[in-house]
T-cell receptor, first 114, second 110 residues
């Protein structure tokens, strides 16, 4: 079984709709991240959480919100989706060893906003 | 701020050719450096890493050496295969911060 799972894997929605992307992990890591990937831009950090009570904005948090329901679960919400949020979204985890920690990625969610 | 620079590609090579994908970084302090690979339709997988200067990471025939003097972590493979076709990302990981390169697409043709 995969250590980091994401649901759904693909989603089509309309402008203005609220949607939630979910991430679960069985690695026992405290740290979780949400990224989006766009062609030519690499991966950009949306939000991250270092433990259940900790939520931090990344470089592109506008239009997104997150919820850390448990150590193993980290959800990303688009309150009112817009077309330029069409992208590939990745969840990742890492342990809390500080500098140089390896990140482990989920398979991604491909989102299309019409 | 921190940054990672790598060529976007695509890089097209014939099977068994030598591969180099350049990566340079700027960072505060001494980050760990990583190469990740993304196969079509999949997430990113760790390929190799190095945590301090002069360390060499290696995996599946790929190698990269942490060069502090040139702030580089170039990825190399002596003989690529069609199955190596993927997007390769260079990452710099410092304390509580990870910086991604834009990814380099590699196409290996038979």
């Amino acid at each position: 079984d995969a250590d980091v799972t994401q649901t759904p894997r693909n989603r089509i929605t309309k402008t203005g709709k609220r949607i939630m992307l979910e991430c679960s992990q069985t690695k026992g890591h405290d740290r979780m991240y949400w990224y989006r990937q766009d062609p030519g831009l690499g991966l950009r950090l949306i939000y991250y959480s270092f433990d259940v009570k900790d939520i931090n904005k990344g470089e592109i948090s506008d239009g997104y919100s997150v919820s850390r329901q448990a150590q193993a679960k980290f959800s990303l919400s688009l309150e009112s989706a817009i077309p330029n949020q069409t992208a590939l979204y990745f969840c990742a985890t890492s342990d809390n060893r500080g500098s140089g920690e390896t990140q482990y990625f989920g398979p991604g969610t491909r989102l299309l906003v019409l | 701020g921190d940054s990672v620079t790598q060529m976007e590609g695509p890089v097209t090579l014939s099977e068994e050719a030598f591969l180099t994908i350049n990566c340079t970084y700027t960072a505060t302090g001494y980050p760990s450096l990583f190469w990740y690979v993304q196969y079509p339709g999949e997430g990113l997988q760790l390929l190799l890493k190095a945590t301090k200067a002069d360390d060499k990471g290696s995996n599946k025939g790929f190698e990269a050496t942490y060069r502090k003097e040139t702030t580089s972590f170039h990825l190399e493979k002596g003989s690529v295969q069609v199955s190596d076709s993927a997007v390769y990302f260079c990452l710099s990981g410092g304390y509580q911060k990870v910086t991604f390169g834009i990814g380099t697409k590699l196409q290996v043709i038979p």
